[in-house]
């Protein structure tokens, strides 16, 4: 059996030690992924707008993702990017909650629209 279909099935099985193991650690967890640690980073971002998360969740994935060399363009890119599999409602939700994680206020930027007047 292939690595990752032993992956697959401990999941599909809910195997408690698997679990537990995985979720004991973010080094572990990003290991066990096998993606580099700016791609876990940047699918976690993902995940959050999946699951229509609260904003304190967007600025530790925001830090994390920051930290290993993801540009705010690249952040900002996932919302983008899960559009089509999430659909526009959790994307409209998300956007103001990650752009205060980025430092950016959108609602104050609406209310004062001189830049986005002169687009």
């Given at each position: 059996m292939e690595l990752h279909e032993t992956i697959l099935t401990k999941l599909a099985i809910a195997d408690d030690a698997y679990y537990e193991a995985v979720l004991s650690g973010e080094r572990?967890?990003?290991a066990e992924s096998q993606?580099?640690?700016k791609t876990?980073?940047?699918v976690r971002l993902g995940a959050l707008v999946a699951s229509d998360a609260l904003?304190?969740?967007?600025m530790w994935a925001v830090?994390?993702?920051?930290r290993h060399g993801a540009s705010d363009h690249q952040i900002v890119g996932c919302l983008i990017a899960v559009l089509p599999a999430?659909?526009?409602a959790n994307v409209v939700?998300?956007?103001p909650r990650l752009a205060l994680a980025l430092g950016y206020d959108v609602t104050?930027?609406?209310e004062d629209p001189g830049p986005l007047a002169r687009d």
């Open positions: 572990i967890n990003v993606l580099d640690p876990h980073a940047l904003a304190p969740g967007y830090e994390r993702a920051r999430v659909g526009l939700s998300a956007a104050a930027a609406l």
